[in-house]
């Protein structure tokens, strides 16, 4: 166990959990009580009652997310079960409020069936604002969120996917910038066609990519290959135009921008040096990346970023979820919609000015205390009643 495991394990016995309720009023007099509980309590009911979007004028949904898992792929752990990933649920939820001041309550389901999670999380919409669905396996994730969304009243996000894909293509505005080239005459080859990989790539096609090639451990994608489920059948259509066949080496050959979020050592320098001039490399598989920066930088690549914090143009979630369910919450969204991801990741790469734009520079740092609002008010601006 590395050292910042070992004092994490230590702090987690501590802490006891990382989140806590705290109450917004008190029941310290007879008054007190009456007002927040019976027989005052009673006439709130009856308001909503009447009309259940008082609801979030009359209790704490207006501010509220759930935060649900099966446990079934969590971090980099794989299949640990629900109970096991609830330290990271927890840790998700203590990122809501403390980049969001959004209330996130941790649930972990003990099934890993797709219907019965999904009609577990229905029961419980009416409780929440929104839903953030964290760390199910792909290619469940796909089919839970799509269900979900056609039964739900209120925004369902999977952050493995879109918060991800929020991130990478506001780094790969930036980086565009920096290599001075266009969006829509790249060609972006991603390793990994799971849950964070496709909504990448889908997300860089709605932004104009020129064109997207998939690769996974037996080879580049077409868009309609047997070998993908129907949900990423769907996900994957428009990619590949030119029709590439071969493995990673000749899906990386002649591309722009690679994307990895896949395993490590993966991409190597030479496979870089095939890479069109001024190469943008996303190397995100963590902790240990497809191909580390400093061997990437020596291929020849001009702009390097990966998940992890120890070098520079960090690939990190918490610049989009917190932002986006701020504002997704503030606008009363009943979904989070395309527009809302754009907008999001747009909003983001401008918060790196011409100025400050550099190879190093293409992100704005976790800490920076405009991203959040900045994300928030242009996804609640997005937001179209469906």
Request: net charge negative.
């Amino acid at each position: 166990m590395s050292t910042i495991g070992e004092k994490s394990l230590e702090m987690h016995y501590r802490w006891k959990g990382k989140i806590e309720i705290a109450s917004r009023t008190t029941a310290d007099t007879k008054e007190a009580l009456s007002l927040a509980y019976t027989p005052g309590v009673a006439q709130p009911c009856l308001e909503i009652q009447r009309d259940i979007e008082r609801s979030y004028d009359l209790t704490r949904r207006w501010n509220t997310v759930a935060v649900i898992t099966d446990g079934s792929a969590v971090l980099g752990l794989g299949n640990i079960g629900p109970e096991a990933g609830m330290p990271v649920m927890e840790g998700k939820c203590l990122l809501f409020k403390e980049f969001g001041g959004v209330d996130a309550i941790p649930l972990c389901i003990r099934s890993q069936n797709v219907d019965e999670f999904v009609r577990t999380v229905e029961l419980l919409l009416g409780s929440f604002g929104g839903v953030n669905l964290e760390d199910i396996s792909a290619p469940r994730c796909f089919e839970i969120e799509r269900k979900l969304q056609a039964v739900s009243d209120i925004p369902i996000f999977h952050d493995d996917q879109h918060g991800t894909a929020v991130v990478v293509a506001a780094g790969v505005l930036n980086a565009l910038k920096v290599a001075g080239k266009k969006i829509e005459e790249i060609t972006v080859c991603i390793c990994g066609a799971g849950a964070a990989g496709c909504a990448i790539g889908r997300m860089l096609l709605d932004l104009g990519a020129g064109d997207v090639i998939f690769c996974d451990k037996d080879g580049i994608l077409q868009s309609e290959d047997p070998r993908m489920d129907g949900e990423r059948q769907r996900l994957l259509k428009g990619t590949n135009k030119t029709k590439k066949e071969g493995f990673l080496p000749q899906g990386v050959e002649g591309a722009d921008v690679f994307v990895g979020v896949s395993a490590p050592g993966l991409l190597t320098g030479d496979m870089v040096r095939t890479m069109k001039e001024k190469a943008i490399v996303f190397a995100m598989a963590n902790p240990t990346p497809e191909i580390f920066p400093e061997e990437a930088l020596k291929a020849g690549a001009l702009v390097v970023g990966t998940g992890r914090s120890d070098y520079p143009n960090q690939v990190n979630n918490v610049l989009a979820f917190p932002g986006i369910f701020r504002g997704t919450l503030d606008a009363r969204a009943k979904a989070i919609t395309k527009e809302m991801k754009m907008a999001a990741a747009y909003a983001l790469a401008g918060l790196v000015s011409e100025s400050e734009l550099s190879p190093t520079r293409i992100l704005p740092d976790a800490f920076d205390p405009r991203v959040a609002a900045t994300v928030a008010k242009a996804v609640a601006g997005a937001w179209k009643e469906i």
